[in-house]
């Protein structure tokens, strides 16, 4: 009897029920729009309380590190471009030693060649007038041995000639002497006669 009356009462309370048509069906009804609203509230008033507030700390934090990333990028940046900058100017430094490293090895360089010019002109001229004193001291040298040689010679020949010693000094120094001094003068007409020519 139960099971009668459950369906019998389904029908009356469908029966009951006006039929809803067009534009209605998309309208819920009034006590479905208050509870919806209610339940909307709480979540709402839930999530602003709660979760809000830890998705705008998540989201401060992540800003602050975006920021301080940011910050951290732009003084790497700066000091880049600082380094950069020291960089180039210890190029254009170094540049400039390097040239006037260069400019004072030429200058060195260019004394150094100087003062060994110098020095070996005045080694020459040394050893040029070494060697002319020394040749003069051998003219001499010879010019005396040859006059020894000479006299001796002129003296034997002398001696040979007029048949007498002429062993005493004197007498051998002037006829050397004279000898010499015809020599000299025959050698002096043989050269103005030459030029003469």
């Known amino acids: ?15 009951g029920t006006e039929e809803v048509q067009g ?6 009804a009034a006590y479905d729009i208050f509870w919806s609203s209610v339940v909307l509230l709480i979540i709402a008033i839930a999530f602003y309380k709660y979760a809000l507030p830890k998705f705008q700390a998540i989201l401060d934090e ?3 590190k975006i920021e ?11 000091e880049a471009a ?6 180039h100017q210890q190029l254009q430094d170094a540049r400039t030693e390097a040239a006037r490293i260069r400019e004072d090895a030429r200058a060195e360089g260019g004394q150094i060649v100087a003062d060994l010019r110098a020095k070996a002109s005045e080694e020459a001229a040394r050893i040029t007038e070494t060697a002319h004193r020394q040749i003069e001291a051998e003219r001499q040298q010879a010019a005396v041995q040859l006059t020894q040689d000479v006299g001796t010679l002129a003296t034997e020949l002398a001696s040979k000639i007029v048949g007498e010693a002429l062993e005493d000094e004197v007498r051998q120094s002037r006829v050397v002497d004279r000898f010499l001094d015809e020599l000299a003068a025959n050698t002096a007409t043989t050269a103005d006669a030459g030029k003469g020519n």
Do not use: F, S
């Open 82 to 87: 600082a380094a950069l900058a020291e960089y």
């Open 1 to 15: 009897m139960i099971h009668a009356a459950n369906p019998a009462a389904l029908v009356t309370a469908a029966e």
């Open 62 to 64: 992540r800003t602050a």
């Open 23 to 28: 534009i209605d069906l998309l309208i819920p």
């Open 68 to 78: 301080g990333g940011l910050a951290k990028a732009e003084t790497a940046q700066a």
